[in-house]
C-alpha cells in the first residue's frame, strides 16, 4: 500500500512540475534575447527531462561511445516511435548544447 501511494506521489509531482515548470520555461525563453535563447533553451529543456527521469526513478546509462557522440557537434537525428510517455523527457535529458527538438503532430 505504501509503495502504491508513493507511486501516486510522484506521478503528482511530475504532472505538476510540468504543469507549471513548462510554462514557465516558455515565459524565460520569450522575454530572453535570441542570441542567449539558444543557450538557455536547451539547458531548460534537458533540466526538465532530468528532473521527470530523476522522479521516475529511471537512470540513463551511456557508454563511452555514445558520450562521445553527444559529445561532437556533428548533426545527428535521433527518434522515438511514441510506444512510452517516457519518450519525451529521454529526449530532452540527452538533448546536447546547441541541439533542437522537433516534434511531428
Known amino acids: ?6 507511486g501516486l ?4 509531482f511530475t504532472w505538476t512540475f510540468t504543469a ?3 510554462p514557465a520555461m516558455i515565459v524565460v525563453c520569450l ?9 538557455t533553451g536547451p539547458k531548460l529543456v534537458r533540466g ?5 527521469l530523476f522522479n521516475a526513478r529511471i537512470r540513463v546509462l551511456r557508454t563511452p ?10 548533426p545527428r537525428i535521433l527518434t522515438f ?3 512510452s510517455t517516457l ?14 527538438l522537433v516534434v511531428k503532430q
Open 1 to 6: 500500500m505504501f509503495q502504491s501511494m508513493m
Open 9 to 12: 506521489a510522484r506521478q503528482l
Open 20 to 22: 507549471i515548470y513548462v
Open 31 to 39: 522575454l530572453t534575447s535570441p542570441e542567449r535563447r539558444t543557450v
Open 48 to 52: 526538465w527531462g532530468k528532473t521527470i
Open 65 to 74: 561511445e555514445a558520450e562521445a557522440v553527444l559529445a561532437s557537434r556533428a
Open 81 to 83: 516511435n511514441h510506444s
Open 87 to 100: 519518450d519525451a523527457p529521454l529526449g530532452a535529458s540527452l538533448l546536447p548544447e546547441g541541439g533542437v
